[in-house]
Nanobody
């Protein structure tokens, strides 16, 4: 059974940093894509950062480009999201997701429906 378990969320002041981790198990890590999504109250879930597990290419939403970095450690089956220069608008529940769908390579990259597996989420709160 596939499990994705996030950790590392918390409360920080604007300008601060957090590092999220996602431990994957029961999943062939090298399959296609993994990503971080976030959802704020009353808003749709949005893709934040995506990495191709084979090759390591990375992609970012415009809202986080230059501030967030997605990375992976395949040996540990772990995905990371380093978040710097955090803003109050980054406040949301952050989810780790994995996709075995080839559409994650193209139009489905930041589409939540492309992703088969999800973690339970970790809360990030940024105060001004």
């Amino acid at each position: 059974q596939v499990q994705l378990v996030e950790s590392g969320g918390g409360s920080v002041q604007a300008g601060g940093s957090l590092r999220l981790s996602c431990a994957a198990s029961g999943y062939t890590y090298s399959r296609y894509c993994m990503g971080w999504f976030r959802q704020a109250p009353g808003k749709e879930r949005e893709g934040v950062a995506v990495i191709y597990t084979s090759g390591g290419s990375t992609f970012y939403a415009d809202s986080v480009k230059g501030r967030f970095t997605i990375s992976q450690d395949p040996a540990k089956n772990t995905l990371y999201l380093q978040m710097n220069s955090l803003k109050p608008e980054d406040t949301a529940m952050y989810y780790c997701a994995a996709s075995g769908n080839v559409y994650c390579y193209t139009t489905g990259r930041f589409n939540a429906y492309t992703y088969n597996y999800w973690g339970q989420g970790t809360q990030v709160t940024v105060s001004s």
